[in-house]
């Protein structure tokens, strides 16, 4: 059973700081999704990577995947009160096949003004 | 922009009874999904469906459910006998890809369905 663990659960910092919440596993995943998810909604994809070593870039929003593919991380730069929300992490396992996402149980950021 | 449509938002039913959930996948898109989350907990996958057969299921998935597409647009799923545990958001996904080397596939969710068993 593949497992993705996040942290932190729950940060809470100022406008205008900077973090980085982490999605590990000890498993290799053929993809990393990162989703953001509000109360009562459905997730909404922010980016894939695929490759080790790989980084994507969303304005203030920083995706690397680790050189394994078993790790990858979001950094969140001048943070902002609109980042505010629920992030997930979620690996396609290795292989071909219509593959179920693993998900994590993700990080609830709150950012205050 | 196309997104992935599910009807009801919410549905309450009774336990023992029969719930059909619906959704509308991206229209050029193939591979089809649903995940549900119970409240407080993870997203956790239930089905994949790929050219009108089941391709990958979970251990949550029984035998008390079941996928359909009836038609080219809507694809559902069915709990045959509710139980007060399978309270959740149901969510239904879809992607155009699969998970072959070389390509990626992103998987877009629905809004989701709330369903309440009492």
């Known amino acids: 059973t593949q497992l993705l663990e996040q942290s932190p659960q729950f940060l809470s910092i100022q406008e205008g700081e900077n973090l980085t919440v982490y999605c590990n596993s000890s498993?290799?995943?053929?993809?990393l999704q990162w989703y953001r998810q509000e109360p009562g909604e459905g997730p909404v994809l922010l980016v894939t990577v695929v490759t080790g070593g790989e980084v994507k870039k969303l304005k203030r929003l920083t995706f690397q995947f680790g050189d394994a593919r078993k790790d990858s991380s979001l950094h969140i730069t001048a943070a902002q009160p609109g980042d505010t929300g629920l992030y997930l992490c979620?690996?396609?396992?290795?292989?071909?096949?219509?593959?179920?996402?693993?998900f994590g149980k993700g990080t609830h950021l709150i950012i205050q003004p | 922009e196309p997104e992935v449509t599910q009807t009801p938002s919410h549905q309450v039913t009774q336990m023992g009874q029969e719930v059909i959930l619906r959704c509308v996948p991206i229209s050029n898109h193939l591979y089809f999904y649903w995940y549900r989350q119970i409240l407080g907990q993870k997203v956790e996958f239930l089905v994949s469906f790929y050219n009108n057969e089941i391709s990958e299921k979970s251990e949550i998935f029984d035998d008390q459910f079941s996928v359909e597409r009836p038609d080219g647009s809507n694809f559902t799923l069915k709990i045959r006998s509710t139980k007060l545990e399978d309270s959740a958001m149901y969510f239904c996904?879809?992607?155009?890809?699969?998970?072959?080397?070389?390509?990626?596939?992103?998987?877009?969710f629905g809004p989701g369905t709330r369903l309440t068993v009492t």
């Open positions: 979620a690996g396609g396992a290795s292989g071909g096949g219509a593959d179920g996402l693993t």
């Open positions: 498993s290799v995943f053929s993809s």
């Open positions: 996904a879809s992607s155009e890809f699969s998970g072959l080397a070389g390509t990626t596939y992103e998987q877009y």
